[in-house]
T-cell receptor
Framework: DVKVTQSSRYLVKRTGEKVFLECVQD?????MFWYRQDPGLGLRLIYF???????EKGDIPEGYSVSREKKERFSLILESASTNQTSMYLC?????????????FGPGTRLTVL | AQKITQTQPGMFVQEKEAVTLDCTYD???????LFWYKQPSSGEMIFLIY??????QNATEGRYSLNFQKARKSANLVISASQLGDSAMYFC??????????????FGSGTQLTVLP
């Protein structure tokens, strides 16, 4: 079974703090993704990575950065958290060409910035 | 224009009955994939079923089937024999192979399904 894990289910941080959200997959996937999900706005892609040290911006990269030093781990970084970054963050990875490159998601991290 | 449209914000179904969740899509890409995901209140996005644009037959996965009508650009999810555990938000999504970023999924706004005992 595909397994994607995220470091925290719930996280509370203060404005201005540096925040790290980590995502790990155990299936040797090439591609990994970070989304945020907000009521009324749906899922929006922040960044994705198609290989170690490679990254591409998604639709809403502002205020975020990412790091992929190892194939299995993809980190989302909020350099200086702001209240408008309070959201549900979902990580995903893809198995490959099978099933149209299906994205498998982790359990999500609900981040609250006070 | 919306790429993925789910017109039913909420649906109710009686336990053990079948239910259809609607999804229409818009693309000029000849090669694309359509996906359905389930998101329970816990938040995890669970993959249910996939249909490729060149697939001749409708996809099925257990109690889930995808009613793919290419000419109408619709990809409705059918859940047979609904169970209480099926109560969740359901998202339709599309990946276009040649348009924009080939790796990106575009999601619809979702349908909240409630299964009644």
């Amino acid at each position: 079974d595909v397994k994607v894990t995220q470091s925290s289910r719930y996280l509370v941080k203060r404005t201005g703090e540096k925040v790290f959200l980590e995502c790990v997959q155990d299936m040797d996937h090439e591609n990994m993704f970070w989304y945020r999900q907000d009521p009324g706005l749906g899922l929006r892609l922040i960044y994705f990575s198609y290989d170690v040290k490679m990254k591409e911006k998604g639709d809403i990269p502002e205020g975020y950065s990412v790091s992929r030093e190892k194939k299995e781990r993809f980190s989302l970084i909020l350099e200086s958290a702001s209240t408008n970054q309070t959201s549900m963050y979902l990580c995903a990875s893809t198995l490959g060409p099978a099933r149209g490159d299906t994205q498998y998601f982790g359990p999500g991290t609900r981040l609250t910035v006070l | 224009a919306q790429k993925i449209t789910q017109t039913q914000p909420g649906m109710f179904v009686q336990e053990k009955e079948a239910v259809t969740l609607d999804c229409t899509y818009d693309t000029s890409d000849p090669s694309y994939g359509l996906f359905w995901y389930k998101q329970p209140s816990s938040g995890e996005m669970i993959f249910l079923i996939y249909q490729g644009s060149y697939d001749q037959q409708n996809a099925t996965e257990g109690r889930y089937s995808l009613n793919f009508q290419k000419a109408r650009k619709s990809a409705n999810l059918v859940i047979s024999a609904s169970q209480l555990g099926d109560s969740a938000m359901y998202f339709c999504a599309m990946r276009e192979l040649f348009s924009g970023s080939a790796r990106q999924l575009t999601f619809g706004s979702g349908t909240q399904l409630t299964v009644l005992p």
